[in-house]
């Protein structure tokens, strides 16, 4: 990784809810943490065929 995060942290949650929750709970008190920002996928679609790129 580069550029200003130190960690990169994979969840899954079933509800936007629950990501606010497991953050809050479990990374907000830590002293160590400084701050987090959080990005969420609503959908991963993977096509098993690559297609030849444009001359």
Known sequence: MA???DFL???AVPSVDS???FLMDK???RREV???RSSVI???ARKQV???LDP
């Open 19 to 21: 990501l606010h929750s």
């Open 27 to 29: 990374f907000s008190g």
């Open 34 to 36: 400084v701050g987090f």
């Open 9 to 11: 942290v994979h969840v």
């Open 50 to 52: 690559i297609e030849p």
């Open 3 to 5: 550029g200003g995060d």
């Open 42 to 44: 609503y959908q991963h």
